[in-house]
């Protein structure tokens, strides 16, 4: 599971039931999450992390996902077990590959009893145009930011629908709605460019990876449970 993607992102919300209030409210005012389980892909760092913060500033128990970075994994599960006195776990998994998918769903149930809530958080960026997109990138593509999200919300739509509830989000890119010749990952995009993008949002600025995961958050609640398939716009009005 990779890093997220930090350009303008949306959010979007599937509910397969409601669930019943639970007790206690997240300080930042966004509705109930205390003691939810929450798995985030792509967990470990930039808005993944974030996201991962949040829900545990609210009271939810975190699994992370990530993929190869071992290290990275490590440092986050100290930062965040030191940070919050919630049960917080790492699991290693290929988005891309359904197998792993479904083995990471089945080792966040077996770890903390049950998932209530999955974000679809990871993807990956490879650059180039329609011409020179080989098949290969294509697939991979395809693989993480698609059939990844995909898979991993069938494993869990089928333990959310034996408990009869459930909350699935996934966050992806604002280049998705607008389009764009390449997607690069904003660590790797030069200044120039990046002041013709700041100038292309209306409020003037990049968005925050704690913006994102505050709606994550708000859409994760008790409170939100009659918020579904719908897409969220947190790109400061890039997309008007």
């Known amino acids: 599971m990779t890093p997220a993607r930090n350009k303008g992102k949306y959010a979007m919300t599937t509910t397969s039931t409601t669930q019943q209030p639970g007790s206690g409210w997240p300080s930042a005012g966004l509705g109930t999450i205390r003691g939810r389980v929450a798995l985030v892909t792509g967990g470990t760092r930039g808005i993944g992390a974030a996201i991962c913060r949040q829900l545990a500033e609210g009271g939810a128990d975190v699994a992370a ?19 919050y006195p919630r049960r917080i776990t790492v699991h290693e998994g290929n988005i891309g590959d359904p197998d792993d998918c479904r083995g990471v769903l089945r080792e966040v149930i077996d770890q903390h009893g049950r998932l209530d809530i999955l974000v679809n958080n990871a993807g990956i960026t490879i650059d180039r145009t329609v011409a020179k997109m080989t098949d290969d990138d294509w697939q991979k593509v395809i693989a993480v930011n698609l059939s990844g999200a995909f898979f991993m919300a069938q494993a869990a739509v089928e333990h959310m629908i034996e408990r009869g509830t459930g909350r699935i989000i996934s966050v992806s890119s604002v280049i998705g709605e607008t389009g764009n010749i390449g997607t690069e ?9 990046m002041d013709r993008l700041r100038g292309q949002i209306p409020v003037g600025r990049l968005g925050r990876p704690e913006e994102i995961a505050r709606v994550v958050c708000f859409l994760a609640a008790d409170e939100s449970a009659y918020i579904t398939g719908q897409i969220w716009a947190v790109n400061g009005g890039l997309d008007m």
């Not at 190869?68 to 077990?81: G, L, P």
């Not at 990952?185 to 460019?193: E, R, W, Y």
């Open 65 to 83: 996902g990530y993929w190869r970075d071992q290290e990275v994994a490590e440092k986050f599960v100290a930062s965040m077990s030191e940070e």
């Open 185 to 193: 990952m904003l660590a790797t995009i030069p200044d120039k460019v």
